[in-house]
């Protein structure tokens, strides 16, 4: 299995000039930890996670050192402190140094990057462009199917998750920004968070009619819309 298979196509990014306070309330708003930082060409410059804006003075919280430890600290490294806590765009706040895997990346490799750098989620990139993103809870994911004995995802497979997201993202109710597929021997997962049942029959539908498709199995959840709570467990039943 490598990256292609699991990654989530639909990446949640903001450019590098937006300010911090529409960052976090895209953060907020989408209920994730993390930003990709994507300049105009579509290309990856960084990325901005809450562990970024824990030193900033709205807080309070940003780093204050002794007088004694100012003369172990060049210049530089002070200067870019004060920028981090003080700096009102994403760029000045962000990650520059980001790592990053190629679609067709083993998933050993892609773990070995995720503890080695101790990183929650690695960004997919092609030609220089991101096309996905892989997270702890995509791996979760390749894991049930490995449990169903599934074996090795095919060419098939991988064209059959290919038409049903592309299906999925022209419809302009599906939420394609916390949806998933994952599709191994004609059986389709289909993973994600909805706002009401009608969504959930909908995007099953989708997969049910891709010609190909065997069987569907629904692990969509129901989050209540303003406050983000889990209203309904995933079903994980077959249509």
Excluded at 87 to 97: A, E, L, P, S
Excluded at 179 to 185: E, I, K, P
Excluded at 214 to 234: N, S
Aim: aromatic share 4%; with cysteine; charged share 25%.
């Amino acid at each position: 299995m490598i990256a292609a298979d699991i990654m989530t196509p639909k990446v949640i990014a903001i450019r590098p000039d937006a300010t911090v306070a529409d960052a976090v309330a895209l953060m907020l708003d989408r209920r994730i930890s993390g930003l990709f930082v994507v300049d105009e060409q579509g290309e990856l410059a960084g990325v901005l996670t809450e562990g970024d804006l824990l030193r900033r003075d709205e807080l309070g919280t940003e780093r204050h050192r002794s007088w004694w430890q100012t003369l172990f600290a060049s210049p530089g490294r002070l200067a870019a402190e004060f920028t981090r806590a003080h700096g009102r765009r994403v760029q000045d706040v962000m990650t520059k140094d980001v790592i990053s895997v190629r679609p067709d990346a083993p998933l050993s490799d892609l773990v070995g990057l995720m503890e080695t750098h101790r990183v929650k989620r690695v960004p997919v990139i092609d030609a220089e462009r991101v096309v996905g993103v892989v997270s702890r809870s995509d791996l979760l994911r390749a894991i049930a199917m490995a449990a169903r004995g599934v074996g090795e995802t095919t060419a098939d497979d991988r064209a059959l998750r290919e038409a049903i997201l592309q299906a999925m993202a022209s419809q302009p109710w599906a939420p394609v920004t916390t949806l998933n597929v994952t599709v191994a021997g004609g059986v389709a997962d289909v993973w994600g968070s909805i706002s009401s049942q009608e969504e959930r029959r909908a995007l099953c539908v989708i997969a049910e009619n891709t010609p190909g498709v065997k069987h569907v199995i629904d692990h969509l959840v129901f989050v209540e819309t303003y406050t983000g709570t889990v209203i309904e467990p995933a079903p994980v039943k077959g249509l």
